[in-house]
């Protein structure tokens, strides 16, 4: 059984191909690296809002955003999300502190 977030991965790979008339994905796509950033950070910034004002529903819809816009920036960069999923599973097993301090070696 596949996810949600493999299943929207998917589709976000195949709008690649699509048009950007027809898909804001592409659109997001073929405006590159800067834009897809840009509207990854406006997500963030609208999530921490919502968390802070404590409206989780907000919260929800803007997180929500923010992953869609994230792996939209994977995509444009074509970075699999697995090799994302592939440094979260490195780091399982140590602290913050410890993860951090063998990044800054």
Same mark, same amino acid.
């Not at 406006?42 to 907000?58: G, L, M, N, P």
């Given at each position: 059984?596949?996810?949600? @977030?493999?299943?929207?991965? =998917?589709?976000?790979?195949?709008? #690649?191909?699509? +048009? /950007?008339?027809?898909? &804001?994905?592409?659109?997001?796509?073929?405006?590159?690296?800067?834009?897809?950033?840009?509207?990854?950070?406006?997500?963030?910034?609208?999530?921490? @809002?919502?968390?802070?004002? =404590?409206?989780?529903?907000?919260? #929800?819809?803007? +997180? /929500?955003?923010?992953? &869609?816009?994230?792996?939209?920036?994977?995509?444009?960069?074509?970075?699999?999300?697995?090799?994302?999923?592939?440094?979260?599973?490195?780091?399982?097993?140590?602290?913050?502190? =410890?993860?951090?301090?063998?990044?800054?070696?």
């Amino acid at each position: 059984m596949t996810t949600t @977030i493999e299943q929207l991965r =998917e589709i976000i790979k195949e709008r #690649r191909s699509s +048009t /950007a008339e027809k898909s &804001y994905t592409k659109s997001l796509i073929e405006a590159g690296t800067g834009k897809c950033a840009k509207k990854m950070g406006e997500e963030a910034v609208e999530a921490v @809002i919502a968390a802070v004002s =404590e409206d989780d529903q907000a919260f #929800r819809e803007e +997180t /929500a955003d923010l992953l &869609y816009h994230l792996l939209v920036l994977l995509e444009e960069k074509n970075i699999a999300f697995t090799e994302i999923e592939d440094i979260l599973a490195s780091r399982m097993g140590l602290s913050g502190h =410890e993860e951090k301090a063998q990044r800054n070696q």
